[in-house]
């Protein structure tokens, strides 16, 4: 069982908690990920972490009500227990000094975005953040991952924070604006949402730059056995939560990826809606 030692809603859909497990702290870095299991008999699902404190014996995750599982975590509250949580799983992210990386986000990505600039930035890289989403509400972890970045560029679908566009938009300008001093990325870390991350892939494939890209949305069970997270990544079968979830963007087949992420969404959904239908009368609250 492992304890909820902080609980903060960060919008409507959007919560955080901070759980303690000491030793997960003392070996999880970035990249890596866990699988909570909310109650006895409860579903498997993998969670991305935001931060992590290895003195408190703590691990900070933020995560956004999706489905049944998340409705119930949801609902948890400090001093509540979580029945399992097992990490670090997956491979972390390969930290070492790059020279000038880029890290382009979106959405629910900025939270793991946030540990691996923290760790890059510690490896002597230079870092410049590109994040977005689809509003400023939507705009979370942010100004953590501020910390450890010498520049922070915004945008917002419907222009309510920074630029109005897309995170494309952000990357395919700070190139440009590089270029015309003499620069280049060294390297591109992006995570979020696979079709955001397909597109990034496009422009950095494009200028030559090296470009690693997180899978963690087609994961479902976390640790090879379901084989729900498989992808093509350079003419060769992988799985996510094994074999990454990082890899070379370049190599990965998207399209693919984007197919099999809808392969599950009507069983999804039937789901949250029983489990909505018998906790809250067919209404989220």
């Known amino acids: 069982m492992f304890e909820i030692v902080r609980k903060e809603w960060l919008h409507e859909v959007i919560f955080l908690i901070e759980v303690k497990a000491p030793a997960i702290a003392r070996k999880i870095k970035a990249g890596n990920f866990l699988v909570f299991r909310a109650k006895e008999g409860g579903e498997r699902i993998p969670i991305t972490v935001a931060e992590y404190d290895r003195?408190?014996?703590?691990?900070?995750?933020?995560?956004?009500?999706?489905?049944?599982?998340?409705?119930?975590?949801?609902t948890f509250e400090k001093g509540d227990y979580i029945q399992d949580v097992v990490g670090p799983l997956g491979k972390p992210?390969?930290?070492?000094?790059?020279?000038?990386?880029?890290?382009?986000?979106?959405?629910?990505?900025?939270?793991?975005?946030?540990?691996?600039?923290?760790?890059?930035?510690?490896?002597?890289?230079?870092?410049?953040?590109?994040?977005?989403?689809?509003?400023?509400?939507?705009?979370?972890?942010?100004?953590?991952?501020?910390?450890?970045?010498?520049?922070?560029?915004?945008?917002?679908?419907d222009g309510s924070f920074g630029m109005k566009g897309f995170t494309t938009n952000l990357l395919?300008?700070?190139?440009?604006?590089?270029?015309?001093?003499?620069?280049?990325?060294?390297?591109?870390?992006?995570?979020?949402?696979?079709?955001?991350?397909?597109?990034?892939?496009?422009?950095?494939?494009?200028?030559?730059i090296h470009t690693i890209a997180s899978l963690n949305p087609i994961m479902v069970d976390g640790t090879g056995m379901c084989g729900a997270?498989?992808?093509?990544?350079?003419?060769?079968?992988?799985?996510?939560?094994?074999?990454?979830?990082e890899f070379d963007a370049h190599q990965v087949d998207f399209d693919e990826l984007l197919m099999r992420l809808?392969?599950?969404?009507?069983?999804?959904?039937?789901?949250?809606?029983?489990?909505?239908?018998?906790?809250?009368?067919?209404?989220?609250?």
Request: glycine share 12%; proline share 2%.
């Open 55 to 74: 003195k408190k014996g703590t691990v900070t995750c933020i995560i956004q009500v999706v489905g049944k599982s998340t409705k119930l975590l949801s």
């Open 172 to 208: 395919e300008k700070k190139i440009k604006e590089l270029e015309k001093e003499g620069k280049k990325f060294d390297m591109i870390f992006t995570v979020g949402p696979t079709i955001m991350m397909k597109f990034i892939a496009g422009i950095t494939k494009k200028y030559g």
């Open 262 to 285: 809808g392969q599950y969404k009507k069983y999804e959904k039937v789901s949250y809606d029983l489990y909505l239908k018998e906790c809250c009368g067919g209404k989220q609250k």
């Open 229 to 245: 997270c498989r992808v093509t990544v350079g003419g060769e079968i992988k799985f996510a939560c094994v074999d990454g979830p």
């Open 93 to 157: 992210t390969e930290i070492k000094k790059y020279g000038l990386v880029g890290i382009v986000s979106g959405g629910l990505g900025i939270p793991l975005a946030n540990l691996v600039a923290k760790e890059l930035r510690n490896a002597g890289n230079e870092v410049i953040g590109m994040v977005g989403a689809r509003t400023k509400e939507l705009l979370v972890w942010e100004e953590e991952m501020s910390k450890y970045c010498t520049e922070m560029d915004y945008c917002t679908d």
